[in-house]
């Protein structure tokens, strides 16, 4: 299983970014695939996530408004479309996956993880 994670740069606050996840050896159905986030001296976050069964997607309340994640169940690829980014968003983000639909807020349930991609919003 692999997935991994672009579309990461510098970024000033207010602007936006997509970052991707392309995974493969799976299909999306029956998995969850999760953006997890961790900046400088803090721990992971979860900070979205979506059920590839039935489209769920979950974000957490520092997020909440400004991001987006969809899916593209034919390109096996899960995206994060980020917007009005804030430099407490600068950290590495990563994708992550598990072969659950239901969406998690625990980082430590997903079993498959990508490499990351760092974010950094600063200007």
């Known amino acids: 299983v692999q997935l991994q994670a672009s579309g990461g740069g510098l970024v000033q606050p207010g602007g936006s970014l997509r970052v991707s996840c392309v995974f493969s050896?799976?299909?999306?159905?029956?998995?969850?695939i999760a953006w997890v986030r961790q900046a400088p001296g803090k721990e992971r976050e979860v900070v979205s996530c979506?059920?590839?069964?039935?489209?769920?997607?979950y974000y957490a309340d520092s997020v909440k408004g400004r991001f987006t994640i969809s899916r593209d169940n034919a390109e096996n690829t899960v995206y994060l479309q980020m917007n009005s980014l804030k430099p407490e968003d600068t950290a590495v983000y990563y994708c992550?996956?598990?072969?659950?639909?239901?969406?998690?807020?625990?980082?430590?349930?997903?079993?498959?993880w990508g490499q990351g991609t760092q974010v950094t919003v600063s200007s």
């Open positions: 992550a996956g598990r072969a659950l639909s239901v969406c998690n807020r625990d980082h430590h349930v997903y079993d498959y």
């Open positions: 979506i059920s590839g069964t039935n489209g769920y997607t």
């Open positions: 050896t799976f299909t999306l159905d029956h998995h969850s």
